[in-house]
């Protein structure tokens, strides 16, 4: 029911930016919480950030590099990424905390994936 579509990643210079975006839809639906998580290639998913109200988490490796911002109006998040490392090339996730109205019942959901590509 709850759809979430990731956008904006590609191929980036080390030290360079990129701001990710995911849009959430669905119908009578409240989201709690909304986060990104990433995966490398024979690795495992692992956190980068969430937002909960005006309140934030983060990955101890991406602390004081990547920004987690959230647009309610629109059911956006976004993850703004600065002095990217190459250790960041991953297939980011978007995930959100969704409480369906009419059975007052929360659920994850997630995305489909976008790719980060860290390369001179």
């Known amino acids: 029911q709850v759809q979430l579509v990731e956008s904006g990643g590609g191929l980036v210079q080390p030290g360079g930016s990129l701001r990710l975006s995911c849009a959430a839809s669905g119908n009578r639906i409240s989201i709690s919480a909304m986060g990104w998580y990433r995966q490398a290639p024979a690795k495992e998913r692992e956190l980068v950030a969430t937002i909960r109200g005006g309140s934030t988490n983060y990955a101890d490796s991406v602390k004081g590099r990547f920004t987690i911002s959230r647009d309610n109006a629109k059911n956006t998040v976004y993850l703004q990424m600065s002095s990217i490392r190459p250790e960041d090339t991953a297939v980011y996730y978007c995930?959100?905390?969704?409480?369906?109205?009419?059975?007052?019942?929360?659920?994850?959901?997630w995305g489909q994936g976008t790719q980060v590509t860290v390369s001179s």
């Open positions: 995930n959100a905390e969704v409480k369906t109205i009419w059975t007052m019942t929360y659920s994850n959901y």
